[in-house]
C-alpha cells in the first residue's frame, strides 16, 4: 500500500442517537492520507456531529472511529491525547480566547503541550502568524480586534502550531465575504500543499467544494449517501443529493467550474 492509499480515518457502522433520535444510523466513511475531504449534507443532517464525534467530543453509541490505524474508541486518556496531538482542528467560530491577544492564542497549544522554551514558543508561533498570512502588527491585537477573515486565520494558525498530520475545519468560510472566503480557500491549499496535509472539511460552501477539495462525502438519512468529486457529485442520481446540487445557486456554480475546466 502506497501513502497516498493509507486510509488516515475508518468509521464503520456509526451510530449516534441524540434526544431520541438517530442522527447517525450505519454511517460508514474512510479518508486517505493527503486527500482534502469535505462534509455536506442538509440542514440537520448531522454534519458538525459527525465531527464532534470523530474528534472523540461526542463519542457515538456504537461504531468504530479508526484515525492513524488506532481504534480510538478503545483508548486510554493518555493514548487519546497523544493522538489527538497528531490533528488540529479550526472550530466554527474560531474559539479563540476573548483574553488572549492574538499570538498568544496561537501560542497556547505550544504552552499547554510543550516543554519548549518561551522565547522558542514566541517565535514559533509567530512563523505561524505570518504563514497565514497576517501581518506581525496583528500580533499583540485581541481577537475582538481583528477582522472576521482575520480571526479564521489566526485560527487557522493555532490549528497547524503543533505541526500536525490532519486538519479540521468546521465551516471556515462562514460569515466571510466573497473574496475573504476566496482567499482563505487559497490559503487552505498552499498549507495543504506544503505541510502535506491531510483535510477534513465541514462547508456549504459551493465555490469551496469545487475550489478545494478532491472528494466530497454527501451525509443524509444517517449515512453517507455517496462519496466522489465534485464533478462526479453533482451529476448524481439520488435524489437527495440530485436536490441539494439543482437549486438556482448550485446550477451557476456548477456551470462556471464546468467552463473553467475546459478553458
Known amino acids: 500500500m502506497t501513502a497516498a492509499d493509507e486510509n488516515i480515518i475508518e468509521l464503520k457502522d456509526?451510530?449516534?442517537?441524540?434526544?431520541?433520535?438517530?442522527v447517525h444510523n450505519g454511517l460508514n466513511l474512510t479518508v486517505k492520507r493527503g486527500e482534502i475531504l469535505a462534509i455536506v449534507g442538509g440542514s440537520g443532517a448531522g454534519k458538525s456531529v459527525l465531527l464532534r464525534e470523530i474528534l472523540?467530543?461526542?463519542?457515538p453509541t456504537s461504531g468504530s472511529v479508526r484515525i492513524f490505524g488506532e481504534e480510538i474508541m478503545k483508548l486510554d486518556l493518555k493514548q487519546l491525547i497523544a493522538?489527538?496531538?497528531?490533528?488540529?482542528?479550526?472550530?466554527?467560530?474560531?474559539?479563540?480566547?476573548s483574553s488572549l491577544t492574538t499570538l498568544e492564542n496561537i501560542a497556547f497549544p505550544l504552552r499547554e503541550l510543550t516543554h519548549l522554551r518561551p522565547k522558542d514558543i514566541q517565535e514559533l508561533a509567530m512563523l505561524k502568524l505570518l504563514a497565514v498570512g497576517l501581518s506581525a502588527d496583528s500580533a499583540p491585537k485581541y481577537p475582538n480586534e481583528l477582522s472576521g477573515g482575520?480571526?479564521?486565520r489566526a485560527a487557522l494558525a493555532r490549528a497547524c502550531?503543533?505541526?500536525?498530520?490532519?486538519?479540521?475545519?468546521?465551516?471556515?468560510?462562514?460569515?466571510?465575504?466573497?473574496?475573504?472566503?476566496?482567499?482563505f480557500d487559497e490559503l487552505v491549499l498552499n498549507l495543504h500543499a506544503t505541510l502535506g496535509l491531510t483535510i477534513v472539511m465541514v462547508t456549504h460552501d459551493l465555490d469551496s467544494l469545487w475550489q478545494v477539495t478532491d472528494r466530497v462525502a454527501f451525509l443524509g438519512e444517517?449515512?453517507?449517501?455517496?462519496?466522489?468529486?465534485?464533478?462526479?457529485?453533482?451529476?448524481?442520481?439520488?435524489?437527495?443529493?440530485?436536490?441539494?446540487?439543482?437549486g438556482p445557486r448550485g446550477r451557476v456554480t456548477a456551470k462556471i467550474y464546468e467552463n473553467k475546466s475546459t478553458e
Do not use: N
Open 161 to 183: 502550531v503543533l505541526d500536525p498530520e490532519l486538519l479540521f475545519l468546521d465551516e471556515p468560510s462562514s460569515g466571510l465575504d466573497p473574496e475573504s472566503a476566496a482567499a
Open 14 to 22: 456509526l451510530k449516534i442517537c441524540l434526544a431520541g433520535a438517530w
Open 56 to 59: 472523540m467530543l461526542q463519542p
Open 222 to 246: 444517517g449515512r453517507i449517501l455517496e462519496v466522489a468529486p465534485m464533478e462526479e457529485l453533482v451529476k448524481s442520481s439520488q435524489p437527495m443529493i440530485k436536490e441539494y446540487f439543482t
Open 150 to 152: 482575520m480571526q479564521k
Open 83 to 97: 493522538i489527538q496531538r497528531r490533528w488540529g482542528v479550526l472550530f466554527q467560530q474560531c474559539a479563540l480566547f
